[in-house]
């Protein structure tokens, strides 16, 4: 039997990626689709056209490495964007709307959940799942709109990471009765274990800035690089090992870089790296998807789309409201917290793996992939219509 040609496949895959990429940057939508369409076209479930199978990759456990990577670079790059202190300093006002937004949007997504007849623990996955906004898309896009230095990005982004936070500890609980945890005592050991690693985590991100500044005091780019990225992926290692999400971890690791002095160097050196894993993750995460089971769940991301996408940009406004902001400011928080990404594919990808039922590893996956791929169009298209918002909220507001 003749070897693979690997390094052909990956070439080849690669070069369809960037295809698909520029074809979606040419319309104006982020990649992330265009990633996973690329992944569901060229993978075991591919298409047969004209009596040739499409298939190029009969399964992602050659790349599974580097898409594991890419999770773990994705989540310690959100949580580098995370500022500890400015948290703290303006906690008042990121907490109210903050509540605002999860307490309209998480149980909207529960209740979804439950009214497609899933159990309990099914419908809670769904609601972390339709609720996270994409921080990846988000931040594209307000850079691309050029609202990054405005008022409202400052809020857009407290409330992502006030989301964020809450997903963490929520899927940290919720991935603990998956793997097994299902009494009280060893759901109690479990998450006790993992809440000691993530507090040992919390205290040096918060309290270890000068240690970690001076620890990677490197002036070798080369060796910085293999510093911040051995240590991250190091981490999340010993975290997984010791029964926390890997993602958890390098997010927790990422806002203990966020707080050193060394974060524009990360940023301007690691980010071809993480874009680069990350697109094999979404890559992935196509290989993983049956279409056919996608259509089998067409009704119901519709269904989803509609009432979760209303919440939140209900929601989105009155927590932009709270945290003072304009009319005009408020709709455009509304509409740029719409998207969906990264953590629900994180999410998904969990569960194709260790989901106990064929709900947990077909179902809710497959449901995910067509949730992210139609609200993250929507949600862009919403971000450049935003006038449509400002306009029925003056109405009402004036009214």
Do not use: C
């Amino acid at each position: 039997m003749a070897t693979p040609n690997l390094v052909l496949t990956a070439g080849l895959f690669l070069t369809v990626l960037a295809v698909g990429g520029l074809a979606a940057r040419r319309v104006g939508q982020s990649v992330i689709p265009a990633y996973i369409l690329v992944g569901s076209l060229l993978g075991p479930f591919a298409p047969t056209v004209g009596g040739v199978s499409l298939t190029l990759v009969e399964s992602p456990a050659f790349v599974r490495l580097l898409a594991d990577l890419g999770v773990v670079l994705l989540l310690f790059f959100v949580g580098l964007e995370l500022s500890l202190t400015s948290l703290v300093q303006k906690r008042a006002r990121f907490v109210r709307a903050g509540a605002i937004d999860i307490g309209v949007s998480l149980p909207l997504g529960i209740l979804v959940g439950l009214l497609f007849g899933f159990t309990l623990l099914e419908a809670l996955f769904v609601g972390l799942i339709v609720f996270n906004s994409s921080t990846v898309i988000i931040a594209k896009s307000l850079i691309d709109l050029e609202w990054i230095a405005n008022r409202e990005s400052e809020a857009i982004l407290g409330v992502i990471v006030i989301e964020d936070i809450v997903t963490a500890a929520i899927f940290a609980v919720l991935s603990a009765v998956v793997l097994g945890a299902t009494d009280v005592t060893t759901l109690g050991a479990t998450l006790g274990q993992a809440a000691v690693v993530l507090l040992l985590l919390g205290l040096v991100a918060y309290y270890g800035e000068e240690w970690v500044d001076r620890a990677f005091d490197i002036r070798s780019s080369e060796l910085f690089l293999l510093g911040v990225l051995g240590a991250t992926t190091l981490v999340a290692g010993i975290g997984l090992a010791a029964g926390v999400s890997d993602a958890i971890v390098a997010f927790v690791v990422g806002a203990s870089f966020g707080q050193t002095s060394h974060v524009a160097r990360i940023e301007s050196l690691l980010a071809p790296t993480r874009d680069l894993f990350a697109a094999v993750f979404f890559f992935v995460i196509g290989l993983q998807t049956n279409p056919r089971v996608v259509t089998s769940v067409a009704g119901a991301v519709a269904v989803a789309v509609v009432v979760t996408l209303l919440g939140q940009v209900v929601s989105g406004f009155f927590a932009g409201r709270s945290y003072g902001l304009s009319v005009e400011q408020a709709s455009r928080m509304a509409s740029a917290l719409t998207p969906r990404g990264e953590f629900s594919l994180v999410i998904a990808a969990f569960l194709v793996t260790a989901g106990t039922t064929d709900t947990l590893r077909e179902t809710i996956p497959a449901f995910t992939v067509g949730y992210v791929l139609l609200t993250s169009v929507l949600g862009t298209v919403l971000m450049r219509n935003t006038h449509l918002i400002e306009r029925v909220a003056n109405r009402y507001t004036n009214g």
